[in-house]
């Protein structure tokens, strides 16, 4: 990249960091999350909220390595796409291919954190549902059971493979409903997820080996309910606008 494309490069990602923070007073002000820079590399890991050897199923070993490597993984590896992406945007003479894997990438990772962090904050309580969450999957689904078996049966078919069991509210039909996302970036369109399963086999093979539904067992025992709850209420409260 020549020295002209290169100065390109940093006025253009200066000018945004610049509007970004002359629009802090205003976000302040109406409590609206500032906008992250859009090639921002510095994404930090979320801590564990619960004690990894106090999750009774789920052996510190493995949730421990899980949120270590896997997790983490996709933290670092987000952060230096991102970065990245700058610089291949001021290359006028990078072939689109390129970027386009750069993009693939980033949305793979960027799903990856997401869903991770989200798997992790819903994990910590005593797998007892309640709340209005479990008042609106009785209604959507006749019975908190049925939601469940189904559910279940979403986790197992992905068992052996990979990807992820997802119960999101969607924003656009005002329904909840269960999915698979595979590579951490298939979910309904306009769905939020409220409740997220990891299927890939580093979230249970140290444990469980081959025997998954043990592993969903587990995980259903350990679920925060109350965590998904709030989920709930703030995607209810973005739907009424």
Known sequence: MTDVTRRGAVKTLGASAL???AADGAVAQSGVAAPVPAFTGSFQPKPLKFDPAKLPGLSERLLKSHWENNYQGSV?????V???LASALADKDAP??????????EAHRTGSVVLHELYFDGLGGNGQAGGRIKQAIDAAYGS????????RRTAMSLAGGSGWTILSYNLHTGALGTSWSWDHMHAPAAG????????????????YGTQAAKYID???ANLDWEEVDRRYARAAAIARG
């Open 19 to 21: 509007l970004v923070a």
């Open 76 to 80: 670092k590896t987000l952060n230096a």
């Open 82 to 84: 991102r970065s990245r």
């Open 96 to 105: 689109p291919a390129i970027y386009g894997g750069l993009k693939r990438e």
């Open 144 to 151: 908190f059971a049925t939601w469940e078996a189904e559910y």
């Open 192 to 207: 939020i997820p409220l409740l997220v399963l990891d299927m890939y086999e580093h979230s249970f093979h140290m444990d």
């Open 218 to 220: 587990a995980w259903f």
